[in-house]
């Protein structure tokens, strides 16, 4: 049943009564308790008949009175109409990462460590399955949940409250008979292997590209606009850290633990309260034997000091506390046969060899190729097409290769080299420290959605409607076949797109044609170069003023400039030594691209603009303000924050303020972004 089924636009017919409004109740309590039981407990006490039939009831309850349905009712997890994107959270305290070990050494330091620092001769852990999910904050008021979050930066994530209540095993109230006002707690949304397994099959059937894994699956499900697919899958909570509590906080991790589950929120099963470490350690063996066998995936254990008021004093460093580690297990290895190694040119361009297997079922997935990483990992390995392999899976997600195994009196094939040319292009190959990557960027057909995508960027010439699937619409069309092409496309072509009408594609049109005037350091910016961010970009406009002059530089003369070092300098040079490049640069050139550089002092433009007087008002789109009022700084402009009689010129932008009414009421002129652009470009030529 959809969420908005239970909200009837005609007002209710009768009156609800007080029976009516207790057996509401009662329903609610019943079914979270019985959620409780399934979901959290494994332990059913009713059929699914009877479930079913106490859910209906409520729904049709909840129809007959819409006026009494609460954010917390059972019903509330059905789904709700889709979002535009997610907003943004601030989490009450940072979602810190975990130091991982991975032997029982540097477990026994860790001890030692927290021995020493601590002042004492035992320290107690607690330790529980490090589950393979998404770590989320969730946020509960009197008992309510109220908010949650995804991890994110650890200090800022994404509100996806409405997908989280679709979860059966997170309650949307409390159930102790009492609970903290304010309880802000850390989990981890996750989906059991059976149910991955069903999800795949189902998709399979469907048509659908299956997931990789549990956690992409989960982390996808999580992530969807639409709460309704999110609803669909089944994902499970577990609850492992209080955040935030009002109150006396539990003295220790295992209480904190106790009080979560008292509350029933959903919490490790398979953990255990360790006197010493070397509890720990067996703890850590008996799970990894159990791991074959457990319902989820888990890839290790974290240990965490039990004492609370001891985790403060440990405190924390920059992204994770003092007082935990994740003591990984071992990847998942198996045996098969190299069968080819072949290239894979990435969207940025970086050629990655990757070996072609023998088919191998390595942790419940069956693996047909593995990266080799780079060409030195190669070498190391010394890996050839025909030899025998142990593949594993590197954080139990990733296949790469552990190891070559000897065979007796076998005849190897000849060592694997690098190309010196693309697989995809054939432009020049170039190295880069241990990475060798494709030169011709943009002009190469593996790198171009990746390149128009970047082109188009908000930090490069801010393309508003050139999306991701637009780009890959455009490509897969034939429509674009280098950047150039963006400035050939018509309404017709724009039109033929999937989700595109006549203004969506006139708007696209006009922002492509408006992105033309653009400012060096852009443009610079968009042609998605190596190494060279907003920041380099900025560093080479100021320093040789024009496009040609940055093109026809080499190596040592770009080294020569400051914050420009040998690897900036090389990519550089071997970017703009590259015809296709130079050809895709020229194209756009020759299709009107006005390319706003920095003059030198006493220009005929600075001339020219010597005494001027410019206001801004609005939002600017191909400039931010400050770039703006550096390049008419720059021509020897003034820039003023008020209008008057002895203004010059207004540019107006979007949702310009009163200083356009004011300087039409003087008589100003007004210029537009693209009539200032125009304008400024016009006098850099003269």
Not at 5 to 21: A, F, I, N, R
Request: hydrophobic content about 35%; charged content about 25%; aromatic content about 6%.
């Amino acid at each position: 049943m959809r969420q908005d089924s239970l909200y009837d636009d005609s007002p209710s017919s009768s009156k609800v009564t007080c029976s009516e409004q207790e057996r509401l109740a009662q329903l609610k309590n019943h079914i979270r308790h019985h959620d409780y039981l399934y979901y959290v407990k494994d332990r059913p006490e009713i059929s699914d008949g009877e479930y079913d039939r106490l859910f209906r009831e409520l729904s049709d309850l909840e129809r007959t009175y819409p006026e009494l349905v609460t954010p917390d009712s059972p019903t509330q997890r059905v789904g709700a109409p889709p979002l535009g994107e997610f907003g943004k959270v601030r989490h009450e305290r940072p979602m810190l990462s975990l130091d991982s070990l991975v032997n029982s050494e540097e477990v026994l330091t860790f001890d030692q460590r927290m021995k020493r620092e601590l002042g004492s001769d035992q320290v107690e852990y607690t330790v529980e399955p490090k589950f393979d999910g998404l770590s989320v904050e969730l946020v509960y008021d009197r008992g309510t949940f109220v908010r949650g979050s995804t991890r994110g930066d650890g200090n800022v994530g994404e509100d996806i409250t409405i997908n989280l209540r679709t979860i059966r095993s997170l309650p949307l109230q409390l159930q102790a008979d009492t609970f903290p006002n304010h309880l802000v707690v850390r989990g981890e949304v996750y989906m059991r292997l059976s149910d991955f397994h069903a999800l795949n099959r189902r998709m399979t059937e469907q048509g659908d590209d299956v997931f990789a894994n549990p956690r992409n699956a989960a982390a996808g499900s999580l992530r969807q606009l639409d709460s309704h697919i999110t609803a669909s899958r089944p994902l499970v909570v577990t609850c492992y850290e209080v955040m935030t509590m009002t109150g006396a906080p539990p003295p220790s991790h295992w209480a904190e633990l106790e009080t979560l589950a008292l509350c029933g929120l959903p919490v490790p099963h398979l953990r255990r309260r360790c006197e010493t470490i070397d509890q720990v350690l067996a703890f850590h063996r008996e799970t990894e034997d159990q791991r074959d066998n457990l319902p989820y995936e888990i890839d290790g254990v974290v240990v965490k000091v039990d004492r609370v008021d001891w985790q403060a004093r440990l405190g924390m460093k920059s992204r994770s506390p003092r007082w935990a580690i994740a003591f990984k297990f071992p990847p998942r290895k198996e045996i098969t046969e190299i069968q080819d190694i072949v290239i894979s040119v990435g969207r940025t361009g970086t050629l990655t060899p990757l070996a072609l297997l023998k088919p191998v079922e390595v942790g419940g997935v069956t693996i047909s190729r593995a990266t080799l990483h780079n060409a030195d990992e190669v070498a190391r390995k010394d890996i050839r097409v025909g030899d025998t392999v142990r593949v594993e899976r590197a954080g139990d997600v990733i296949p790469a290769i552990a190891e070559r195994i000897p065979i007796a009196n076998e005849v190897r094939s000849d060592p694997f080299h690098m190309p010196h040319h693309c697989p995809i292009c054939d432009s020049a190959v170039a190295r880069e420290g241990a990475y060798f990557y494709c030169t011709g960027q943009a002009a190469c057909p593996a790198q171009l959605k990746g390149a128009i995508e970047h082109f188009a960027s908000k930090a490069a010439l801010n393309i508003d409607g050139l999306g991701k699937k637009t780009v890959a619409q455009l490509v897969d069309q034939g429509f674009v076949k280098d950047l150039s092409d963006l400035y050939r496309l018509n309404r017709e072509q724009l039109l033929k797109l999937q989700g595109f009408a006549e203004r969506s594609a006139t708007l696209l049109f006009e922002a492509i044609a408006r992105s033309k005037h653009v400012s060096l350091d852009r443009f610079l910016m968009s042609l998605g170069i190596r190494q060279v961010g907003q920041h380099i970009a900025k560093v080479l406009a100021k320093e040789f003023g024009s496009l040609d002059a940055v093109m026809s530089s080499d190596r040592e003369r770009f080294q020569k400039v400051r914050e420009i070092g040998p690897e900036i300098s090389e990519s550089l040079a071997s970017y703009f030594q590259e015809n296709s490049n130079r050809q895709v640069i020229d194209q756009l050139q020759k299709l009107g691209f006005s390319i706003i550089g920095t003059p030198l002092p006493q220009s005929g433009a600075a001339v020219l603009f010597s005494g001027k007087s410019f206001v801004f008002t609005g939002g600017l789109e191909r400039l931010t303000r400050d770039e703006a009022k550096a390049l008419v700084e720059r021509l020897g402009a003034t820039v003023s924050s008020t209008v008057s009689k002895k203004t010059d010129y207004v540019v107006a932008g979007t949702d310009p303020g009163s200083k356009l009414d004011q300087a039409q009421k003087l008589g100003v002129t007004v210029l537009d972004e693209v009539a200032f652009l125009d304008l400024i470009g016009h006098q850099m030529e003269s």
